[in-house]
């Protein structure tokens, strides 16, 4: 099982909480609401996908998927 790991970006007064819910695999939640997950591909590239699964690209760097992700909900 993997460990949950939580980290906290802030942009436009919200709080995004990320949690690694399985290896490689992490979702996200602002306001109790999910937003999105990111899922690792391969060494440094990763998939971020909306609160529907909607991919919304692919990305080099966990923080540059996540960021994808934190700027569609303000």
């Known amino acids: 099982m993997a460990q949950s790991?939580?980290?906290r970006y802030q942009e436009d007064r919200s709080i995004t909480t990320w949690h690694e819910v399985d290896s490689g695999f992490w979702v996200g939640s602002a306001a109790g609401e999910f937003?999105?997950?990111v899922e690792r591909l391969g060494r440094?590239?990763?998939v971020a996908r909306d609160e529907v699964s909607r991919a919304l690209g692919e990305f080099v760097g966990l923080r540059h998927a996540r960021n994808a992700i934190v700027a569609r909900h303000p």
Do not use: I, Q
């Open 5 to 7: 790991v939580a980290a």
């Open 44 to 46: 440094a590239r990763y």
């Open 35 to 37: 937003v999105g997950s």
